[in-house]
C-alpha cells in the first residue's frame, strides 16, 4: 500500500494532536506540512497532478492519519470528499469537476458547507438561499453550521435553494442548487464559535453566507429538491460516509493499540500479575479486535467496489449505494464508539484526564453519531429499499 505521510511525520502530528485540542486550536502546521506532502491530491488521478490513490487507498491514508490526530484528519476528510467527487465524475465521463482536480493537486483547500440548523434534509434540501445573478450564477445567503477547516478553506462547496421558480436555468420550479464559492471573492462572514468536547482541532465553525457569489461555471447542478440518483449527489454520498467511516475506524484502531500497552503495563494487586493475564480483560481486548477486523473488510469491500465500479458496472449498486453507504457509516461509527468505550474500561481512570490520548479519543468518537448518516436515516433508508417508500 503507498503511504504519502511518513511514520515520523505522523508522530509530529500526535504530538501536536494534544496542544490542539488543549488550546482549542486549528491544526494550521498539520495542514502546511499536509500540503507538502501532498496529501491535499492524494486521490487526484496523476494526470491531473495528483498520487492517484484509489478511494480504498484513501480511506487506509486517513484510518492511519486519524489514528495519530483525528481532528485533522476529519478536517481534511472534508477537502478529499470533494476530490473523491471528482473523481467519481471523471472516472465516469464526467468533467464537470475536472477544475476541482487540478485546483485540489495546486494546493486549493476544499470545504464542506452543506451543513444548517434545522435541516435533517440534508442533501435533499436547504435553507439557504440561492440568489440568481441573472448570468449563470448565483449568491448565497444563510447559515452553514459546523463548517470543518473554517481558518483555512479557499473553496467552499455550499448548497442552496433557489424558489425564484422559473428562473433558474432550467426553469419549472424551485432548484437545488449545488456551486462552490471561494475564500477570496468573500461574501460570508466565519464566527468565531467552535467550543467543543472533541474535534478540537477541525474548527467547525459556523458560516454565515452574506451574497457569496458562484459564478457560473462554479454551478454544476440545478436539481429539483428531494432525492435524486444524479451522479454528483451520489459521489458526494458515497465519499463522503466511505471516507467519514475511515476516521472513525482509525480512532479505533489506536484505542486497540493503547488498550493492549495501558493492560501491559498496569498489574493487579490480586494476581500480582498484568492485566494481559486477566481473563476478563483478554476477552474485551478480543472483542475490540474482532469488531476492527470487520470494520476493516466493510471498508475494504465497499471501496473496492466504489473503485472497481466505474470501469465495471456490474459492480455498479445504483440506488444501493446510499444503503450500503449509509449503513457502513453508522455500523464503523458505532463500532467505533464502543472500540473506544471498552478501550478506556481496560485502560483505567488515568483515561479521564483531559490530557490522556485515550480521553480524546472518547470525547472525538462521539462526534462521528453527529455526521450524516444518522442512525435513524440510515435505518429508513434500508427500510424503504425493501418496502418501499413510508406513506
Ligand atoms: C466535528 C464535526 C465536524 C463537522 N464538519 C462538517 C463540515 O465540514 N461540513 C458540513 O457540512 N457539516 C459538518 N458537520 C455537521 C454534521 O454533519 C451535522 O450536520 C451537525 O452535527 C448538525 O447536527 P444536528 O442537526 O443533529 O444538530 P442540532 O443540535 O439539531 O442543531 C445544530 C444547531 O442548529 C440549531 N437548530 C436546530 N434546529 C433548528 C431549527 N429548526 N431552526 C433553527 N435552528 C435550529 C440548534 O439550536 C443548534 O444550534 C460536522 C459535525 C461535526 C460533529
Do not use: C
Not at 140 to 152: D, E, Q, V
Amino acid at each position: 500500500m503507498t503511504h504519502l505521510l511518513s511514520d515520523e511525520l505522523l508522530g509530529t502530528f500526535r504530538e501536536r494532536a494534544a496542544d490542539y485540542d488543549r488550546d482549542n486550536a486549528f491544526f494550521a502546521e498539520d495542514l502546511a506540512d499536509l500540503q507538502a506532502a501532498g496529501y491535499l491530491g492524494t486521490m487526484v488521478p496523476t494526470a491531473f497532478g495528483g498520487a492517484g490513490l484509489s478511494l480504498r487507498e484513501t480511506a487506509r491514508e486517513q484510518a492511519r492519519l486519524s489514528a495519530h490526530a483525528p481532528a485533522t484528519a476529519l478536517a481534511v476528510n472534508m477537502h478529499h470528499v470533494w476530490v473523491g467527487v471528482g473523481r467519481y465524475l471523471h472516472e465516469r465521463g464526467d468533467s464537470s469537476l475536472d477544475w476541482l482536480l487540478a485546483e485540489a493537486a495546486a494546493g486549493e483547500v476544499f470545504g464542506f458547507g452543506y451543513s444548517e440548523p434545522g435541516n435533517d434534509l440534508v442533501l435533499l434540501g436547504s435553507r439557504t438561499e440561492a440568489r440568481p445573478d441573472g448570468a449563470g450564477g448565483y449568491t448565497f445567503h444563510g447559515r452553514k453550521i459546523f463548517t470543518s477547516n473554517s481558518p483555512a478553506w479557499t473553496r467552499l462547496g455550499v448548497l442552496g435553494l433557489d424558489s425564484s421558480n422559473g428562473t433558474g436555468r432550467r426553469g419549472g420550479g424551485p432548484r437545488l442548487v449545488h456551486a462552490f464559492v471561494t475564500r477570496d471573492g468573500g461574501g460570508f462572514e466565519i464566527l468565531d464559535d467552535w467550543d467543543t468536547i472533541g474535534m478540537r482541532a477541525s474548527q467547525s465553525r459556523t458560516t454565515r453566507l452574506d451574497g457569496a457569489h458562484a459564478p457560473a461555471d462554479r454551478v454544476l447542478r440545478l436539481l429539483p429538491p428531494g432525492p435524486s440518483l444524479d451522479p454528483y449527489v451520489l459521489g458526494i454520498f458515497t465519499s463522503f460516509e466511505v471516507l467519514l467511516a475511515s476516521v472513525y475506524a482509525g480512532i479505533a484502531d489506536r484505542a486497540l493499540e493503547l488498550a493492549v500497552e495501558a493492560v501491559g503495563r498496569r498489574t493487579s494487586m490480586k494476581t500480582g500479575k498484568p492485566y494481559s493475564q486477566d481473563p476478563d480483560v483478554r476477552r474485551r481486548i478480543a472483542d475490540m479486535a474482532l469488531t476492527q477486523d470487520s470494520v476493516w473488510l466493510q471498508i475494504d469491500g465497499i471501496t473496492r467496489d466504489l473503485d472497481a465500479s466505474a470501469s465495471d458496472s456490474t459492480l455498479d449498486r445504483g440506488a444501493g449505494w446510499f444503503r450500503a453507504a449509509a449503513g457502513l457509516k453508522v455500523r464503523v461509527t458505532e463500532a467505533a464508539r464502543d472500540v473506544v468505550d471498552q478501550a478506556v474500561r481496560v485502560s483505567g481512570g488515568s483515561t479521564y484526564f483531559s490530557s490522556s490520548e485515550l480521553g480524546r479519543l472518547y470525547r472525538d468518537v462521539l462526534a462521528g453519531i453527529f455526521h450524516p448518516s444518522s442512525d435513524d436515516s440510515a435505518h429508513a433508508t434500508a427500510a424503504q429499499s425493501l418496502l418501499g417508500p413510508l406513506e
